[in-house]
């Protein structure tokens, strides 16, 4: 019954937006009337207001919605969406202030002689404010306000007038700073969490094995990332949508002629065109430059943002004025000064040491104070001329009630959907796609942009995603990242701002386009454009580090990198390795040949019997490297002939523990049915226990015979590859470790050598002085053999000390301690003066030469070159199905 309540729970969603009620309301309404009728008729048919859900019953999924509800505003950890009202603010300022008219025009200038130059320089436009702005409907109306007319007078077609503009409008949803990026991070967070458990839960169902590795866990993302990473599609898309206008125009000429404005391109015109260009992508460079460098959050960026948009319109608002400037100069000069100071000094105020550190902090305070007035004055122009600033923030208000609203709604909606099983039943669906990963992301995305023919793209981002992206990213078949995802999911989004019979760009269009254009025109002018959406996402989808890389590079080259010894790079770690050791294999040779030279007669054995393992550990680890290069090469060929096996196991496996869920669910009802009263009813649920078990032993009679010798095959290759990775990263620590703690002790000889003279004085206090006080000049003296190699020396002052400081002090112990302590320490002196010099200087240079090979797992950080190769390694996905 409960796939009733669920039918009607999308009937009515379907009514309620199909009859242009508020989504805000449409989507809790559509929740709370199902959840209520479900209980309603549970409680009078069955007796149990809870009967006719999948589990719990209305009041629990009632409460989980309210949860969720308050979940958008309360966690600490969602604080993403703060970044909304503040792009908001920043798009609806710069779109208010002109700023998009005056870049219109100046492009125009200057691509209208280039063939199809009119739509060329919309798109470039459209591509800047999209950076800047965001907002669709801002865009598509402004660019169809100016640039419309001016493509009409010049005989530009009509469909690829209207088109480009639509189109062009719509690239701020895939463009960073984009509010669709945002919401998407936000479900993905989430998403995210439901994935990892479902995937250890089908590790350890699949393998026996109570933890999962962690390079198999799936990878969540934030706003951050989906900012970067949906930056070069974004980019693919403008270049794709120039080339086809391009190409179209020097096809036929006539459906977009070139134009000449009859100015000339002089000194004036670049002026102006700096002016109406510089700005914007100043701004653009502050907002994701910030982002992108690690040195502001997705939300510290939209104050950046909203703040340059409001310093931007006090000069527009008041072109040709004298003084039009004088806010954004002011501000200028004082971010400049803040730089150069942040760059200089130490601004901690608790940690001043030095005059010029005050001078730099009070120099800092005024600069802000100055950054502050010039905010205030520009704020203030916006306010005075036509209430530029109040219009603003009315819109940005209703803007964001909006998607908070839809936010809040989708959160009733989503525990009603997963009240009546429709989560469940998604998810068996996918799964039983045949095709595999793809197959169930090629429907997903078709019925994205099926839905894109009828629902906003809010609607679609908070109501489908967190349903269909928890299955998605589990899937260990493909690997995928939430990142990825979430930009091919915000492309797809795009093109229901394009398609009919909602398409939100044509209505904004139709709105300011004259009466001579048909809406017919317009509807063919984006047919061209929605295709070239869908072949970029064709493009992005085959190639996956167009998403992936740019997060990568800025997370491997950041301050808070993860060491090259995390688990979850290992593979990458390992291919850099290979590749160096493979490529410069013949500077690693001449350093262990230069080390292996060194005289090493005077160190003791167990330091020469170290340095010599190293030596042999170098070869021994190169060795085992091609060594897993050939186990990998060998599962690769095993997994063609396994993984349809495989496939087809894991299937029959997966739906069987469909039958063993409704089975344990039916038991436990059995168990709760005590008493002659019940007898019938137990009946019926061993009836249908009895057939689920026939069900479930005909699917798994249907596994081949020789799954578990072609299992225990395959396991067998895999489990040698795993080994000989954990040899060699045995191997090469070791190899790297012993010479890099001979290095430290080498370095640390003139300190511990410069320490022997203290030794008499010392003797002289164990012997004469007042153990109560002695004991903590012993104390303090060990303390300077903190260094590599003197560990026994301070072991036998510590030896010392305890001996003075027991309630009956020992001298006589504490003078042998001591006469042992100091014995220790002749031992080294003869090795460590012997190798002063040559020994020492050649055991650094091998050292280094160890670095970027064997010893890359050691290092605290990867370094440049390691950090890209990292980049460009994790980009890909791999599929790690198999290993479940």
């Known amino acids: 019954m409960e796939l009733v309540f669920l039918a009607l729970l999308v009937l009515l969603m379907a009514v309620a937006l199909g009859s242009g009620y508020p989504v805000a309301f449409a989507l809790p309404g559509s929740a709370i009337l199902s959840i209520a009728a479900a209980s309603l008729c549970g409680w009078l048919f069955a007796g149990d207001p809870g009967a006719y859900f999948a589990q719990g019953d209305g009041g629990q999924w009632l409460s989980a919605g309210v949860l969720n509800l308050r979940g958008v505003y309360w966690e600490v950890e969602r604080d993403t969406l703060i970044a909304i009202p503040l792009f908001i603010f920043m798009g609806i300022m710069l779109q208010r202030s002109k700023i998009a008219e005056d870049l219109l025009i100046t492009m125009a200038q200057l691509f209208g002689p280039v063939p199809g130059g009119l739509g060329i320089s919309v798109v470039f436009v459209g591509a800047l404010l999209a950076a800047t702005t965001g907002i669709v409907g801002a865009t598509v109306v402004a660019m169809g306000l100016?640039?419309?007319?001016?493509?009409?007078?010049?005989?530009?077609?009509?469909?690829?007038?209207?088109?480009?503009?639509a189109a062009s409008g719509t690239l701020g949803q895939i463009i960073?700073?984009?509010?669709?990026?945002?919401?998407?991070?936000?479900?993905?967070?989430?998403?995210?969490?439901?994935?990892?458990?479902?995937?250890?839960?089908l590790h350890k169902e699949t393998t026996g094995e109570l933890s999962m590795p962690s390079?198999?866990?799936v990878t969540s993302t934030s706003a951050g990332e989906m900012f970067l990473g949906a930056l070069v599609p974004g980019l693919v898309l403008v270049g794709l949508y120039m080339l086809y206008i391009l190409i179209y125009a020097m096809i036929r000429p006539n459906v977009a002629p070139p134009v000449r404005s009859g100015k000339s391109l002089d000194a004036e015109f670049f002026f102006q065109l700096g002016l109406a260009l510089v700005p914007p992508l100043a701004l653009i460079f502050l907002v994701l430059g910030s982002i992108i460098s690690g040195v502001a959050t997705v939300n510290q960026a939209g104050a950046i943002g909203a703040a340059g948009a409001l310093l931007m319109s006090g000069y527009r608002l008041t072109q040709g004025q004298k003084g039009a400037f004088t806010p954004a100069l002011m501000a200028l000069g004082a971010l400049l000064v803040i730089g150069l100071i942040v760059a200089n000094f130490n601004l901690n105020i608790k940690l001043i040491s030095s005059t010029s550190e005050a001078i730099a902090i009070a120099a800092a305070a005024l600069a802000?104070?100055?950054?502050?007035?010039a905010l205030g004055w520009s704020a203030m122009r916006a306010y005075k001329i036509e209430d530029t600033l109040g219009g603003v923030m009315i819109e940005t208000a209703k803007a964001t009630s909006l998607v908070f609203i839809i936010l809040l709604g989708a959160a009733m909606l989503t525990a009603a959907f997963r009240a009546f099983g429709g989560e469940e039943l998604v998810k068996h669906f996918l799964e039983g796609i045949p095709g595999g990963f793809?197959?169930?992301?090629?429907?997903?995305?078709?019925?994205?942009?099926?839905?894109?023919?009828?629902?906003?793209?809010?609607?679609?981002?908070?109501?489908?995603?967190?349903?269909?992206?928890?299955?998605?990213?589990?899937?260990p078949s493909a690997n995928i990242t939430a990142v990825w995802l979430g930009v091919m999911i915000g492309l797809n989004i795009q093109t229901s701002f394009l398609t009919p019979p909602f398409g939100f760009a044509l209505f904004y269009l139709r709105g300011v386009a004259p009466a001579v254009v048909k809406t017919i025109e317009m509807y063919k002018g984006v047919i061209a454009f929605i295709l070239l959406q869908l072949a970029a996402l064709f493009i992005v989808a085959n190639y996956p580090p167009l998403v992936n890389y740019l997060p990568n590079r800025v997370s491997f080259l950041s301050e808070t990198a993860p060491p090259p010894r995390n688990p979850r790079i290992q593979y990458c770690v390992e291919e850099y390795i290979h590749s160096a050791m493979t490529t410069g294999s013949s500077e690693v040779d001449r350093a262990v040949e230069r080390a292996r030279g060194l005289d090493a007669s005077f160190l003791p054995k167990n330091v020469s019997k170290d340095l010599l393992a190293s030596f042999d550990a170098v070869g021994k680890s190169r060795q085992l490297l091609i060594d897993a290069k050939a186990a990998e090469a060998a599962v690769a060929a095993a997994a063609v002939d396994y993984r349809p096996i495989h496939s087809e196991v894991r299937a029959l496996q997966r739906d069987a523990r469909v039958f063993d869920a409704q089975i344990a669910e039916w038991e436990t009802a059995v168990s709760r049915l005590r008493g002659e009263e019940n007898a019938a009813a137990r009946k019926v649920f061993?009836?249908?226990i009895a057939a689920a078990e026939k069900s479930r032993d005909e699917l798994l009679a249907q596994v081949p015979d020789t799954w578990e010798a072609t299992q225990a095959e395959f396991a067998k290759l895999t489990k040698e590859e795993a080994k000989i990775r954990t040899q060699f990263r045995r191997t090469a620590d070791g190899a790297y470790q012993g010479v890099e703690t001979l290095s430290n002790t080498l370095n640390g000889s003139e300190a511990?050598?410069?320490?022997?003279?203290?030794f008499a004085e010392m003797r002289d206090t164990v012997e004469n002085g007042d153990p109560t006080q002695t004991h903590e000049i012993i104390n303090e003296f060990s303390k300077e053999f903190s260094m590599e190699g003197a560990s026994k020396v301070k072991s036998g002052l510590g030896k010392v000390r305890r001996a003075l400081k027991r309630k009956t002090p020992d001298v006589e112990k504490a003078l042998k301690e001591f006469d042992r302590a100091v014995k220790e320490y002749d031992k080294q002196v003869e090795w460590r003066t012997a190798a002063q010099g040559d020994f020492t200087t050649g055991v650094a240079t091998y050292l280094d030469a160890l670095r970027g090979t064997v010893g890359m797992r050691q290092q605290p950080k990867m370094t440049r070159d390691q950090g890209l190769f990292i980049a460009s390694c994790q980009s890909g996905h791999r599929d790690i199905s198999l290993n479940f």
């Open 146 to 165: 100016i640039s419309l007319p001016a493509m009409l007078r010049n005989n530009y077609s009509k469909p690829l007038a209207t088109g480009t503009i």
């Open 176 to 201: 960073p700073p984009s509010i669709v990026l945002i919401i998407l991070a936000d479900q993905l967070a989430s998403a995210t969490d439901q994935a990892s458990t479902i995937r250890k839960t």
């Open 215 to 217: 390079a198999f866990d």
């Open 368 to 373: 802000t104070l100055v950054l502050l007035i």
């Open 438 to 475: 793809w197959a169930k992301f090629i429907t997903v995305m078709a019925v994205i942009f099926i839905l894109g023919f009828f629902l906003d793209f809010i609607e679609i981002a908070v109501v489908v995603v967190p349903i269909v992206a928890p299955i998605l990213l589990a899937d």
């Open 686 to 688: 061993e009836d249908r």
């Open 752 to 758: 511990y050598l410069a320490l022997g003279s203290r």
